[in-house]
């Protein structure tokens, strides 16, 4: 199985940036993609951006162009600059698999929280 385990996040202001690791430990050889989720309160789970062996990326549009996803053996980043309000959420680290545009997570990290506020 694999485990994953989040660090990074925290209170920032607008326009700030952070960013989020994850190390992947145990069978990290099965992980073909890995990706970064938010969950803002009240809202629904969402997909903010993906990345594959290849390397290959995908981004919500939400956040193109101000977050970076990039993979370094058994660690994943999410570079988050420009951060605004709406970016605040519980965010988490996952792996899994991709087709095409299509990421599917299977195991996931326990979150770590970003808020953005002045």
């Known amino acids: 199985q694999v485990q994953l385990v989040e660090s990074g996040g925290g209170l920032v202001q607008p326009g700030g940036s952070l960013r989020l690791s994850c190390a992947a430990s145990?069978?990290?050889?099965?992980?073909?993609?890995m990706g970064w989720y938010r969950q803002a309160p009240g809202k629904q789970r969402e997909l903010v951006a993906s990345?594959?062996?290849?390397?290959s990326t995908n981004y919500a549009d939400s956040v193109k162009g101000r977050f970076t996803i990039s993979r370094d053996k058994n660690t994943v980043y999410l570079q988050m600059n420009s951060l605004k309000p709406e970016d605040t959420g519980v965010y988490y680290c996952?792996?899994?698999?991709?087709?095409?545009?299509?990421?599917?997570?299977?195991?996931w990290g326990q979150g770590t929280q970003v808020t953005v506020s002045s």
């Open positions: 996952t792996s899994g698999g991709r087709s095409g545009s299509y990421y599917y997570p299977s195991r």
């Open positions: 990345i594959t062996s290849g390397p």
């Open positions: 145990g069978s990290i050889f099965s992980i073909y993609a």
